[in-house]
């Protein structure tokens, strides 16, 4: 495998890593054969390049991980009307999915999307106050004292966004 190769893979890696996903040897053979072959591709074709780097890969390995690469955007899927679909890995990473560009935007927009639905369910509340911002801390009261750490960065979150969680 060239250095790019590796690297290539390496990205790939963390990607799937950091977003929670298992990268096992027939996984990581998978997402080598992807690489190395560089187009669509269908399951059964897959299935025989990522054999050639881990014997034990099977057909129920290839479909479940390209099933979750595609719930998690990063795989392209190509449904042919009588044929086999294809999958393409979307775009390789250029860096950390935590520093991709584009990732930001999105996460916020998720972030917002999840407030509105705990407003829905009465977890937390608009404020009608300005919201702080990147620049200026969001105030807190001066006997505050952090329940946890995750939920503390999280009301500090969604304060930044509008909202105060119940």
Known sequence: MSEMDSDALAGWEARCKSLGLLVTAPRRAILTAML???QSLDAVTLLQAAR????????GTVYRF????????LVHIEAQLHSRSRWRLRGLPQATPERAPGNVREMLQQV?????DLEKLGLAEALQMPRPTLATPAT???????VDASLDTMQEIAERLGYRLA
């Open 52 to 59: 050639e780097h881990h014997a034990g890969t099977s057909i």
């Open 36 to 38: 190395r072959l560089d």
């Open 112 to 116: 917002q999307s999840f407030l509105r």
């Open 140 to 146: 807190r009261p001066a006997n505050h004292a952090p």
């Open 66 to 73: 390209l099933r979750e690469l595609e719930q998690l955007g």
